[in-house]
């Protein structure tokens, strides 16, 4: 069963450094990956993707991307309270839909 | 509208009545989901069809009734349901279903489930 893993946290940075989110995932196959950003009693929204092993930068967010490790993880510089959310790692396996990770809490602290 | 949009966004039902949750996308999707999301649990995928087909049901029970009539709307029939079925109802829509940067999910706002 392909499975998706994710820390749930909560995790608490204070204002200004850097949160890093993780996520690891079974199946060696896996070709794309997303983080969807959930705010309490919200839908989830989708923040980056990424396909390619290597960094990949958005703004205040670096997307992390080790397939040899099966290791993505979300960097965001500057934390700010208004991340303070649910954080979803979901993987593409190809030919079967998305399969997310239980997520992680974010707190950031002021 | 733009993007992923469900009706109504809340809703309180008795375990006797019958009631639909509709899902519209404005994307020019192909592939449509429904997601149960309870309280403190992960997301758990229900239903995906893919252009009107169903491609999937995660052993979901029958009390939950899907409907496709076409690539933009999506229905969740829902009769004799059980307190614990109570939580948000999430829609969401993708270009496909297998695979790559074409299978990002969009979601809308969710119907939050109540059963009395």
């Known amino acids: 069963q392909k499975e998706v893993e994710q820390n749930s946290g909560p995790l608490s940075v204070p204002e200004g450094a850097i949160a890093s989110l993780n996520c690891t995932y079974s199946?060696?196959?896996?070709?794309?990956f997303f983080w969807y950003r959930q705010y309490s009693g919200k839908s989830p929204e989708l923040i980056m993707s990424?396909?390619?092993?290597g960094d990949k930068e958005d703004g205040r967010f670096t997307a992390q991307l080790n397939k040899a490790s099966q290791y993505v993880s979300l960097l965001i510089r500057d934390s700010q309270p208004s991340d303070s959310a649910t954080y979803l790692c979901?993987?593409?396996?190809?030919?079967?839909?998305?399969?997310f990770g239980k997520g992680t809490r974010l707190s950031v602290i002021a | 509208e733009t993007g992923v949009t469900q009706t109504p966004r809340h809703l309180v039902m008795g375990m006797t009545n019958k009631k639909s949750l509709k899902c519209e996308q404005h994307?020019?999707?192909?592939?449509m989901y429904w997601y149960k999301q309870s309280a403190k649990k992960p997301l758990e995928l229900m239903f995906v069809?893919?252009?009107?087909?169903?491609?999937e049901n995660n052993s979901v029970p029958s009390r939950f009734s899907p409907e496709c009539p076409n690539s933009s709307h999506l229905f969740l029939h829902l009769h004799t349901l059980q307190p614990e079925d109570s939580a948000l109802y999430l829609c969401?829509?993708?270009?496909?279903?297998?695979?790559?940067?074409?299978?990002?999910?969009?979601f809308g706002p969710g119907t939050r489930l109540l059963v009395l």
């Open positions: 969401a829509s993708s270009q496909d279903p297998t695979g790559g940067l074409e299978e990002t999910q969009y």
């Open positions: 199946d060696r196959g896996s070709q794309s």
């Open positions: 990424i396909y390619s092993n």
């Open positions: 979901a993987v593409d396996s190809g030919n079967t839909p998305l399969v």
């Open positions: 994307l020019g999707h192909n592939a």
């Open positions: 069809y893919s252009l009107e087909e169903r491609v």
